[in-house]
């Protein structure tokens, strides 16, 4: 990188024979262009790529939501911005280029048992425990995914708001399937489900949220 002297034709943008000229803090800077590399074929070097594909697949799912964005953008884990968070903190669960049930949606917060997840008669069926207290407020926002790792690693959402608290703590949810869904579940009948639950308080409108807990279907 090297700083451009004045030119008497103004400021110069673009590519000029290895080099890219640009404006960066109202000085202009010649940027020596990357020289072309071969893409490995090993094995581990693939492996690597389908490992960080899914974790961007997931990063970017969860920081779609805007509660869970919100929730990463606040929690004390490593990370200049939510999206990278999530990377950081999924990047080491992936496995053999597929997602895993020890990754996450939200960062590790108050308990939260998934008791069990299937679909019967056209329809998901979910349910966990949250033991009820003061720190998650209601509505709070149920956030649940679907991942289709056989299926180029499709994430469905199948997120809702639960209107008021469960005084045993026991929550029943349960949707319709789509078409997409079905066809995803024909051929890939045994995706994982990620859960979990967010709630805000009065003071000083903070956000609570619970582990995330999943399961294969």
């Given at each position: ?14 590519r ?30 693939k ?11 997931i ?10 964005k ?7 884990v ?32 108050l ?53 008021e ?10 949707a ?17 489900v ?15 949220w ?6 294969i279907?």
């Amino acid at each position: 990188m090297a700083q451009v002297a004045s030119s008497i034709l103004g400021a110069l943008k673009g590519r000029i024979g290895n080099y890219i000229l640009r404006i960066r803090y109202g000085k202009q800077i010649a940027y020596l262009r990357p020289l072309k590399h071969r893409t490995s074929k090993s094995t581990a070097a693939k492996r690597a790529r389908s490992n960080f594909a899914s974790t961007v697949a997931i990063a970017k799912s969860a920081n779609a939501q805007p509660r869970l964005k919100e929730i990463w953008k606040n929690a004390k884990v490593p990370g200049v911005n939510s999206y990278q968070r999530l990377i950081k903190n999924n990047a080491k669960r992936v496995s053999n280029g597929l997602l895993t049930t020890s990754n996450k949606i939200t960062p590790d917060g108050l308990p939260l048992k998934l008791n069990s997840a299937a679909v019967e008669n056209n329809k998901f069926f979910l349910s966990f425990d949250c033991p009820p207290g003061p720190d998650i407020s209601f509505p709070a926002f149920l956030s649940i995914f679907l991942y289709f790792g056989k299926e180029s690693g499709t994430i469905i959402p199948l997120s809702r708001e639960i209107s008021e608290p469960s005084p045993g703590g026991i929550y029943n949810f349960e949707a319709l399937l789509d078409s997409n869904i079905k066809r995803l579940l024909s051929k890939d009948p045994s995706p994982i489900v990620y859960i979990a639950l967010a709630g805000g308080t009065a003071y000083k409108k903070k956000v609570y949220w619970t582990s995330t807990a999943s399961a294969i279907l």
